[in-house]
T-cell receptor, first 113, second 116 residues
Framework: DQQVKQNSPSLSVQEGRISILNCDYT??????FLWYKKYPAEGPTFLIS?????DKNEDGRFTVFLNKSAKHLSLHIVPSQPGDSAVYFC????????????FGTGTRLTIIP | ETGVTQTPRHLVMGMTNKKSLKCEQH?????MYWYKQSAKKPLELMFV???????ENNSVPSRFSPECPNSSHLFLHLHTLQPEDSALYLC???????????????FGPGTRLTVL
């Protein structure tokens, strides 16, 4: 049973518009959440994270929102750029740690020029 | 060379072969990880090493045998694998193991393994 779910396998967004990627989790022990981005033939690279003591974290064009009551987080990218086309993985862990990450299956984002 | 490197990038092996995957990190990190990513499945943590000591074995079959001779190198020895073991194997490293939210895991590019 998947504890971290990314229900949209793919998403296409026009360049310059907002991209919203969603992630749901079931384990209430998760308290630290991360987004990774993966280009073809490369390993995932860390993008942004949020701990459960916050409901929003922003880094440049990237903002992650956490709704603990709904066990839902989302990644907003604005404005979207062609270089943002990649697979995005949501991950979660407990004890505010980075070790045992539980990943979602990923969402492939395509930015249309 | 910088970051996390993995060799080989692609490997095809028969079920009776013995092969090894190699991971090297040039970041001065103390923790290293092996992950498996099968088709249409999430990344699954296999092993965690901290300061060359295995601290986690995530119920991985014994046909996968990790080795960490020093904090910069991590191997995954493969023996009598099954076709269902075909997957992308990713190595990662972090400054320390767990407990500190800022210690991001840095991933290598992976080894694409096909077991015939």
């Amino acid at each position: 049973d998947q504890q971290v779910k990314q229900n949209s396998p793919s998403l296409s967004v026009q360049e310059g518009r907002i991209s919203i990627l969603n992630c749901d989790y079931t384990n209430s022990m998760f308290d630290y959440f991360l987004w990774y981005k993966k280009y073809p033939a490369e390993g995932p690279t860390f993008l942004i994270s949020i701990s459960s003591i916050k409901d929003k974290n922003e880094d440049g064009r990237f903002t992650v929102f956490l709704n603990k009551s709904a066990k839902h987080l989302s990644l907003h990218i604005v404005p979207s750029q062609p270089g943002d086309s990649a697979v995005y993985f949501c991950a979660a862990s407990s004890n505010f740690g980075n070790e045992k990450l539980t990943f979602g299956t990923g969402t492939r984002l395509t930015i249309i020029p | 060379e910088t970051g996390v490197t993995q060799t080989p990038r692609h490997l095809v092996m028969g079920m009776t072969n013995k092969k090894s995957l190699k991971c090297e990190q040039h970041l001065g990190h103390n923790a290293m990880y092996w992950y498996k990513q099968s088709a249409k499945k999430p990344l699954e943590l296999m092993f965690v090493y901290s300061l060359e000591e295995r601290v986690e074995n995530n119920s991985v079959p014994s046909r996968f045998s990790p080795e960490c001779p020093n904090s910069s190198h991590l191997f995954l020895h493969l023996h009598t694998l099954q076709p269902e073991d075909s997957a992308l194997y990713l190595c990662a490293s972090s400054r320390t193991r767990g407990g500190i939210a800022a210690d991001t895991q840095y991933f290598g590019p992976g080894t694409r393994l096909t077991v015939l």
